[in-house]
């Protein structure tokens, strides 16, 4: 024994690792566990923050999705080249957005600006309505509420709300999304090569059923835009409702968000009819029911048959969320998001049941067993059997 070791001082030393020690199995554990929290509050932190990007690239995917079902569409009629389909898709939808707007765009200018002067005066004959009962403020407090009401929206949406801001918005959604559809197995790759090995078949399994889910979700989506913009121009015309061709073309866009775009196109409909009369009013409100109805009970089943079917108060709900925190955006991308974590859950369950029937076992508290057998050399493993207690 040395003369200067702590032995012959009577001095004990502890030779087992220190809780400050990373050889400690019980602080690697607890570092791994702290890591994976602390991983997920800078994931969160980083979503909020670039959420406008994020949104962006998920309208691009949207777009991309779209354009890539035509593209297939296309090719079980005409067997050429990923490209030129491609390009005769894009071609196709530029001559019809470009000729509608040739073909009608003084006449659409003009019911714009009808539609607004009408919008005003049905406006104020409500608020005057609304006032004489008592039930509304006076207009000094309703500018008052306004500019609060416009002070209060968060830079997420402003950006949004700006003409110049959805402008650039929609032109890189645009081209993030022909980019995506020009080479998707390039970036389908680039996501498979981030997942571990052992998990690409599940993970290329669950993105496949997305994209589908996302295509067919949009190709209806699409068919009752058609559906409802030429179906909504035809009968309010008949009907003598003024600004038919401008109502049609509103409805059909709106019909891309549902219930909330259908509910504006319809406020827009009645307010436009009862301005040329009660007849033309009562016609209105038949047609938007009558419209409507027929793409709830027919349309919407069959697009749902194929793609996940979406509770109503769910995709109302995720609506009311996306479009308080992100924006007109995020209202417009509400439905395809909870279709695509749909999928997700449900890719998941399955794996989950595969898994579980392959064991027979119970899964719950497997990772405080395997906690423990760290903490405790020879302890016996997760979903192994505790021995029995010594008398």
């Given at each position: 024994?040395?003369?200067?070791?702590?032995?012959?001082?009577?001095?004990?030393?502890?030779?087992?690792?220190?809780?400050?020690?990373?050889?400690?199995?019980?602080?690697?554990?607890?570092?791994?566990?702290?890591?994976?929290?602390?991983?997920?509050?800078?994931?969160?932190?980083?979503?909020?923050?670039?959420?406008?990007?994020?949104?962006?690239?998920?309208?691009?995917?949207?777009?991309?999705?779209?354009?890539?079902?035509?593209?297939?569409?296309?090719?079980?009629?005409?067997?050429?080249?990923?490209?030129?389909?491609l390009l005769l898709?894009?071609?196709?939808?530029?001559?019809?957005?470009?000729?509608?707007?040739?073909?009608?765009?003084?006449?659409?200018?003009?019911?714009?600006?009808?539609?607004?002067?009408?919008?005003?005066?049905?406006?104020?004959?409500?608020?005057?309505?609304?006032?004489?009962?008592?039930?509304?403020?006076?207009?000094?407090?309703?500018?008052?509420?306004?500019?609060?009401?416009?002070?209060?929206?968060?830079?997420?949406?402003?950006?949004?709300?700006?003409?110049?801001?959805?402008?650039?918005?929609?032109?890189?959604?645009?081209?993030?999304?022909?980019?995506?559809?020009?080479?998707?197995?390039?970036?389908?790759?680039?996501?498979?090569?981030?997942?571990?090995?052992?998990?690409?078949?599940?993970?290329?399994?669950?993105?496949?059923?997305?994209?589908?889910?996302?295509?067919?979700?949009?190709?209806?989506?699409?068919?009752?835009?058609?559906?409802?913009?030429?179906?909504?121009?035809?009968?309010?015309?008949?009907?003598?409702?003024?600004?038919?061709?401008?109502?049609?073309?509103?409805?059909?866009?709106?019909?891309?968000?549902?219930?909330?775009?259908?509910?504006?196109?319809?406020?827009?409909?009645?307010?436009?009819?009862?301005?040329?009369?009660?007849?033309?009013?009562?016609?209105?409100?038949?047609i938007y029911f009558?419209?409507?109805?027929?793409?709830?009970?027919?349309?919407?089943?069959?697009?749902?048959?194929?793609?996940?079917?979406?509770?109503?108060?769910?995709?109302?709900?995720?609506?009311?969320?996306?479009?308080?925190?992100?924006?007109?955006?995020?209202?417009?991308?509400?439905?395809?998001?909870?279709?695509?974590?749909?999928v997700a859950l449900?890719?998941?369950?399955?794996?989950?049941?595969?898994?579980?029937?392959?064991?027979?076992?119970?899964?719950?508290?497997?990772?405080?067993?395997?906690?423990?057998?760290?903490?405790?050399?020879?302890?016996?493993?997760?979903?192994?059997?505790?021995?029995?207690?010594?008398?």
């Amino acid at each position: 024994m040395n003369a200067n070791s702590p032995e012959s001082e009577g001095i004990r030393v502890v030779h087992e690792p220190g809780p400050n020690e990373m050889r400690d199995p019980m602080v690697r554990a607890e570092l791994k566990r702290a890591s994976v929290w602390f991983g997920l509050a800078i994931g969160v932190a980083l979503v909020v923050l670039l959420i406008q990007p994020l949104l962006i690239i998920f309208g691009a995917l949207v777009f991309a999705s779209m354009l890539d079902g035509g593209v297939r569409l296309l090719g079980r009629v005409l067997p050429l080249p990923r490209g030129i389909r491609l390009l005769l898709v894009v071609l196709l939808v530029i001559a019809f957005i470009g000729g509608t707007f040739y073909l009608t765009g003084v006449q659409i200018a003009i019911q714009a600006e009808q539609l607004r002067t009408t919008l005003e005066v049905q406006g104020d004959r409500v608020m005057s309505w609304i006032a004489s009962l008592g039930l509304m403020p006076g207009r000094a407090d309703l500018a008052g509420m306004a500019q609060q009401a416009l002070g209060s929206i968060g830079r997420l949406t402003s950006a949004v709300g700006s003409v110049l801001g959805a402008g650039a918005s929609l032109l890189m959604v645009m081209s993030i999304g022909l980019f995506i559809a020009i080479e998707p197995r390039i970036y389908e790759r680039g996501l498979q090569w981030m997942v571990p090995v052992e998990a690409r078949d599940q993970f290329s399994v669950t993105i496949g059923r997305m994209a589908r889910t996302l295509r067919v979700l949009l190709a209806g989506r699409l068919l009752g835009m058609v559906f409802e913009g030429l179906l909504t121009w035809i009968l309010l015309s008949i009907a003598g409702v003024p600004m038919a061709l401008l109502l049609g073309i509103i409805t059909g866009i709106l019909a891309f968000i549902p219930n909330i775009g259908a509910f504006i196109s319809g406020v827009l409909m009645v307010s436009v009819g009862f301005s040329a009369g009660v007849n033309e009013g009562l016609w209105a409100i038949a047609i938007y029911f009558g419209v409507q109805t027929f793409d709830g009970y027919v349309l919407i089943p069959i697009v749902a048959k194929r793609t996940v079917d979406l509770p109503p108060a769910l995709t109302l709900s995720a609506q009311i969320l996306a479009s308080t925190l992100f924006g007109v955006m995020g209202l417009a991308l509400a439905d395809p998001m909870v279709a695509m974590i749909k999928v997700a859950l449900e890719s998941e369950a399955e794996r989950a049941a595969r898994a579980g029937a392959g064991t027979n076992q119970r899964r719950g508290f497997s990772w405080r067993l395997g906690h423990r057998q760290a903490l405790v050399p020879g302890a016996p493993a997760a979903g192994e059997p505790l021995p029995p207690p010594q008398l």
